[in-house]
């Protein structure tokens, strides 16, 4: 039935184009090693291209999807009953090597077993048919799920979660979080009762119960869509048009010089300069800021990386002046830079007072360790879902798939080999891997091209499916199955595109 459907779109395109497009299937794999993933049975070989992409049974899923769906930011059409392991199959057919992963989301690979067991467990069921608004209804289980899942890899020092739906969620109730903290510390403590001046203007937007506070955010930024995180992001003007904005602060993130063994004078200054215009900002801002928020790497803003020194003084900085740190790994965390959270790179003294989560993790939230950042009142931090049993989980069951298999280990093996590799590219291929940063970090790797989008374009002839950051960066965000035979296809597949 499917391979009807499957001709019946092929002929309905045919007639009315006149001709099917005909491409020659392509396999791709590495000359070197011929094996499928370790991890995920079923994975093929390597990349398979049988088609323009998208091709023509694509086409024709676009055009219907076009008609109830904006279709105007789609990168390829796939089809997830085919996708497996590191690699994602459209309806053409077409099997390319996935090291943008859903936007760096997906963490052991498509249709993974482990997780599918997970997903048709009974407790899964229960979740999915009989979902509670966990503020009022939790069920009698969810200490047990937190404990053995979302809280099981808190980072250090950090032992109690908020649970939310997305990433600009979990940013946005940790902004909450941060003002209320702020203004109960300011008030004189949790036990001390709001007045009624307090209580009549919060309700007209005016303080001092809205209170004039900010978060403190870094150019170049991505936190989120949502309406205080919108704030904070700086990253593209298409995110920000047309939305009012609150006039909240941002300071000048460390743009750093690479190949930075050939520039550590300069780069010390440029984080130097960033710490400096972050505590006048502190001390001088108009609407003072509750917190300081920042990515351990810019993600969506360019890659763009700094110190661990940085972080230990951003750290300092906000301890010394009485606010928050909030660390958002989104897109950072759950192991892609070779550590389960990219801050453990940075050796702490203390911990972030929040970390933010998402994306691989499948579920969201922040984790928090001091006891006043819980709310002194309840329904002050609430909403009907606050997160999703069902998320919880499946992050627990990927947490168990990362730790049987030792995937951050790998992550930071694989990385560690493909960063040498790409530098020997670097070399060969001078101004095409510009600003190779990354080392060290696991698979977090990037560099910028003079011709991004073409480059990204190209890939895909090459069966390789890869996304951009910023005006010129090219960045890779494989799965943690993503092994040294995955990296030899893939540097095969990056070579021809700069020479073809």
């Known amino acids: 039935m499917a391979a009807f ?116 467990s009974p407790e899964m069921v229960t979740a999915l048919i009989n979902r509670p608004a966990l503020g009022n209804f939790p069920s009698h289980d969810w200490a047990d799920i937190l404990e053995t899942g979302i809280l099981k890899v808190a980072p250090k020092g ?23 903290w702020r203004r109960q510390r300011e008030r004189g403590g949790p036990s001390v009762e709001f007045t ?14 809205a209170s004039d506070l900010s978060i403190l955010s870094f150019k170049s930024a991505f936190h989120g869509r949502l309406f205080g995180t919108l704030s904070t992001t700086r990253s593209k003007p298409i995110h920000k048009l047309d939305i009012p904005a ?65 972080f230990r003084g951003l750290r300092a900085l906000t301890k010394k002046h009485g606010v928050l740190l909030i660390v958002d790994e989104v897109q950072t965390g759950v ?3 070779g550590k389960f959270w990219a801050h453990d790179h940075w050796d702490l003294p203390e911990p972030p007072d929040m970390v933010t989560f998402s994306k691989k993790a499948q579920t969201a939230g922040y984790y928090y360790g001091d006891p006043s950042l819980r709310p002194n009142k309840p329904y002050r931090q609430f909403n009907t879902w606050m997160g999703d049993p069902a998320r919880a989980l499946l992050f627990r069951a990927i947490v168990d798939e990362i730790q049987t298999h030792d995937l951050v280990a790998n992550t930071a093996r694989v990385g560690d080999y493909l ?10 291929y001078p101004g095409q891997f ?15 091209n003079p011709k991004r989008d073409d ?35 893939l540097l095969a597949a990056l070579e021809k595109v700069v020479t073809s």
């Open 5 to 120: 459907r499957h001709g019946a779109a092929l002929r309905s395109l045919s007639s009315a184009s006149g001709q099917v497009p005909r491409v020659s299937t392509r396999h791709f794999t590495a000359s070197s090693l011929r094996m499928a993933s370790s991890f995920v049975p079923g994975e093929p070989e390597g990349p398979v291209v049988k088609t323009e992409i998208p091709g023509p049974a694509s086409q024709v899923h676009i055009a219907k999807l076009n008609q109830v769906f904006d279709t105007r930011s789609l990168n390829m059409l796939a089809d997830y009953t085919k996708s497996v392991g590191n690699y994602i199959i459209d309806p053409d057919g077409n099997a390319l090597l996935d090291v943008y992963a859903q936007i760096a989301s997906i963490p052991v690979g498509y249709n993974n077993p482990v997780l599918r067991k997970a997903a048709e």
């Open 158 to 180: 950090l032992n109690q979660v908020f649970t939310g739906m997305a990433g600009s969620d979990a940013n946005e109730t940790a902004f909450k979080a941060a003002f209320m």
């Open 196 to 209: 009624e001046e307090e209580l009549s203007s919060s309700m007209l937007n005016q303080s001092p119960g």
């Open 246 to 310: 609150f006039d909240w602060p941002h300071a000048t993130f460390p743009q750093l010089k690479y190949p930075l063994e050939e520039h550590e004078a300069e780069n010390a200054q440029a984080e130097a300069d960033s710490l400096a215009e972050v505590e006048h900002l502190i001390k001088t801002y108009h609407v003072p800021p509750a917190a300081v928020i920042v990515e351990p790497v810019q993600s969506e803003g360019g890659d763009n990386h700094a110190s661990p020194a940085f």
């Open 335 to 337: 192991g892609a830079t």
């Open 419 to 428: 960063y040498a590799k790409l530098e020997g590219l670097a070399k060969k």
């Open 434 to 448: 510009e600003n190779l940063r990354g080392k060290g970090q696991g698979t977090f790797i990037a560099f910028d």
């Open 455 to 489: 480059f990204l374009k190209k890939a895909k002839k090459f069966g390789v499916n890869i996304g951009g950051s910023g005006e010129s960066a090219v960045r890779l965000r494989p799965m943690l199955i993503f092994e040294k035979h995955h990296a030899d296809i």
